[in-house]
Every structure is written in structure tokens, then in C-alpha cells.
């Protein structure tokens, strides 16, 4: 019989969200009268913007008039364009270095394909699961877990030592901190120094507030020569569903080759060409309808939704005396589990106050003792989640 990649058995467990789902799944077939707060997995809760509808009925009546087939790998340059004029001009990118993609996840786990097997990584500890699972899969084995604790203010320094390629989020997801000016400029410092490159999830960049945390590495002088930065339209404009990102690949960042340096954007051009056939023609239609005028207003509101509520559960859980973190930043809130385990903690929450959230070791072994709690909420979901939560002192205790 054909023999499974042993790569995936290296994967100690279950990919964190369908255990969640499942738990979920088994409350709601056990206890169908009571209506769950679902502030578990971090997904959107708004419907799609009016004008990002109205550019989607408009690219599909102009693919019934004009033939549409295959696009560019690297994604049509009226998107490109106006990415590069709407965000990027500021740090001097043009438009090839502004890659469309089918999202983050997608990108950032074919990036690594862009390094040898014995490329040492370091990766934030917890963090978004996939770039360890990715990485485990491809064969790596040199990998570095960089602690996010409550005294490094979740925020880990560059190590002593030499790291070919460092995963960065900022936001980070779960504990919801973003990195200040001063601790990516000792990242970007650190990796100039290392000849190291630095991959950066800016998947949740709009939430940031604090005027000290930068939306984009390249704020930080020295970034365009070390940093990749991954972005998207999922959680900024409600793309989870239609898959829309694009990444940051500047033609200053290198690689050594038989050749010499040569820019990392040549490779993941190839990259580009070798594994996908582009993103839709109505989906980067729809996102460029999303940076237009009426786009960016709408798309704006809800994340002032959205931050409104991870404000509100932030502050009521604050008020019950809870210790938590994040909610600043980013759409969550890492809330340090007042008693047991972190999954003793989910299970409670789930039985006793009927709320999902997501155990913080899901997200790497730091985030044990934590719970991820997603501020992902509409106005009315979020006045029930207060409602459950409210009773958190008494059951609690
Ligand atoms: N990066 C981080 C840190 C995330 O939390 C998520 C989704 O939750 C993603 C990337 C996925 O982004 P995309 O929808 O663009 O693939």
C-alpha cells in the first residue's frame, strides 16, 4: 500500500479549531435549548459590505460581455496598482513587488517552499498554527519556538543566535499584542545583522491602534532589505470567504544562489507560475471595490464594530477582577484562565456558562494557562456574550 508522508504524524495534534467545532457540535446535540456565545474561532460575523457586493454583480456581468480566462499568477495590476498607490507608495514600492494571493494562509505556507529543508525558523510561541504545521510538514526539522509570555510582555527579543527565517504577526494572534516601533526595529536590526529574512502576518493590521505599533513592518527603517509582509482583505473587509490577500515582496530582500544574491521576488514569481493560476478576476474585483471610497468606509465600520466589541468584553471581564491582555490591537482577547488547565477552562465555559472560546496551548505550548476569546462580534452577538459572561464571578469561584 502506498505509504502515508511520514511528515504527518509528526503533527503532535489535531489542528485546534475542529476539536473546538467538535466540542461545539457535542453541546449543541446535547443541549439544544441553550443558545451558545460563540466567541471561539476568530471569524467574521458581518455580512459582506454593499459596495463590495456591487463590484462583485459588476465583474460577473462584464465576464458575460468579455472573455476573462486565465489571469496573471501575480494578480491583475489593476489591483497592484492600486495597492501600490493606496498603501505601498509611502515606502517607495512599485507595483511588481505587490503579489495578489488567495490569502495568507495560502502564501505564507508556499513561501517556505523558497528555502532548503535545513533553513533554521523561529516562530513565535503561541501563535497562528500554521506556519509550525507547515513547516513540520515540509520536512523541517531546525525549528526555534520563540516564548510569548506575560514577562516579555508577550513580545519575544531576537535570540543570540542565527536564524535563516523568523515568522513574525503582529497583531499576534492569539494574545492579541501588537509589536511596538522599538521591538521590530530590534527584530529588523537583529535580522540585517543575521543576513536573516523576517516573514510578517499582517493579517489583523487594521485593528491596530496604539500610535506606537507600526501597521506595516516597513515603517521601520532598514525592513525593505529583511522583511516579506503577508496581508489580506479576510479580516479588514470581510474576505474569509471570497479569499483575497496579497504580499509584500520587495526587490531589495535576497537570497544567496549559485549566481549570488538575487531578489526573493524572481523566486516567488516562479513559485507563483509553477502553483497557482491566479485569484478570480470577480474576487480582485471585489477587492478592488473594497479600496475604493465607499469600500474603505464601509469596510471601516465594521472593524469599529468589531473593536467596540473586544472593547466591551475586554473591560467587563477586567471589571470581574479577570486578567486579561490583547483587546488593544487586535479583534482578541487573551484571557489568563483563572483556575485548572486552559481546556479545563474551555470546558467550563462551554458547560457552565455556555460560551466557546479557544484553549491557548492550541496555539503552541506558551499559551498554556490562557484562552483566546475572539471580539469578533456584531453589536447584538456581543450584548449576549456580555450576558454570559456575566455570571463568570459567581460560577467562577
Ligand atoms: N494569519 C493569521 C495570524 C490569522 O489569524 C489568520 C486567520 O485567522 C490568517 C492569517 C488567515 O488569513 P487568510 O484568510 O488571508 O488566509
Not at 455580512?47 to 496573471?72: D, F, H, Q, T, W
Not at 503561541?126 to 526539522?141: C, D, K, M, Q, S
Request: hydrophobic content about 40%; glycine content about 8%.
Amino acid at each position: 500500500m502506498t505509504h502515508l508522508n511520514p511528515q504527518y504524524e509528526k503533527l503532535s495534534q489535531n489542528y485546534i479549531f475542529p476539536l473546538v467545532q467538535q466540542k461545539m457540535a457535542d453541546f449543541k446535540r446535547q443541549s439544544p435549548d441553550n443558545p451558545l456565545a460563540n466567541m471561539g474561532i476568530g471569524d467574521i460575523q458581518l455580512p459582506l459590505a454593499p459596495s463590495i457586493v456591487r463590484g462583485i454583480e459588476e465583474a460577473a456581468r462584464e465576464m458575460e460581455k468579455n472573455l476573462y480566462g486565465y489571469g496573471p499568477a501575480e494578480g491583475y495590476s489593476f489591483l497592484r496598482e492600486r495597492l501600490a498607490v493606496f498603501e505601498y507608495s509611502a515606502y517607495g514600492f512599485s507595483t511588481g513587488e505587490i503579489f495578489v494571493s488567495e490569502g495568507i494562509n495560502n502564501a505564507i505556507a508556499a513561501f517556505s517552499e523558497l528555502f532548503p529543508l535545513d533553513a533554521s525558523v523561529g516562530i513565535l510561541d503561541p501563535t497562528y498554527p500554521v506556519y509550525y504545521a507547515n513547516n513540520i510538514l515540509a520536512g523541517r526539522e531546525n525549528i526555534m519556538l520563540l516564548p510569548c509570555t506575560e514577562e516579555n510582555g508577550f513580545c519575544p527579543s531576537p535570540p543570540e543566535n542565527h536564524l535563516d527565517i523568523v515568522y513574525l504577526t503582529t497583531p499576534n494572534n492569539p494574545t492579541g499584542i501588537a509589536f511596538s516601533k522599538d521591538a521590530l526595529q530590534e527584530w529588523v536590526d537583529w535580522a540585517i545583522e543575521h543576513q536573516s529574512i523576517l516573514l510578517i502576518d499582517a493579517a489583523y493590521k487594521a485593528f491596530i491602534t496604539s500610535e506606537n505599533c507600526p501597521k506595516s513592518i516597513y515603517e521601520i527603517p532598514g525592513a525593505d532589505r529583511v522583511a516579506v509582509e503577508f496581508c489580506s482583505f479576510s479580516k479588514s473587509a470581510g474576505f474569509t470567504g471570497l479569499r483575497v490577500g496579497y504580499t509584500i515582496v520587495p526587490k531589495k530582500v535576497s537570497l544567496q544562489t549559485k549566481n549570488g544574491p538575487l531578489p526573493i521576488g524572481k523566486y516567488w514569481q516562479i513559485q507563483q507560475d509553477t502553483k497557482t493560476n491566479g485569484v478570480s478576476y470577480v474576487m480582485q474585483k471585489a477587492a478592488l471595490a473594497a479600496l475604493s471610497d465607499e469600500g474603505l468606509r464601509e469596510t471601516a465600520e465594521q472593524v469599529a464594530t468589531y473593536q467596540k466589541s473586544t472593547k466591551m468584553i475586554y473591560n467587563a471581564l477586567k471589571a470581574k477582577g479577570q486578567i486579561c491582555y490583547g483587546g488593544m490591537d487586535s479583534p482578541y482577547i487573551w484571557w489568563k484562565v483563572p483556575f485548572g488547565s486552559d481546556w479545563d477552562f474551555f470546558d467550563f465555559l462551554l458547560n457552565t456558562l455556555h460560551v466557546v472560546a479557544v484553549p491557548g496551548a492550541g496555539f503552541g505550548r506558551s499559551g498554556e494557562g490562557f484562552i483566546r476569546l475572539s471580539g469578533f462580534q456584531s453589536e447584538e452577538s456581543c450584548k449576549i456574550a456580555l450576558e454570559h459572561l456575566e455570571k463568570i464571578e459567581e460560577t467562577a469561584r
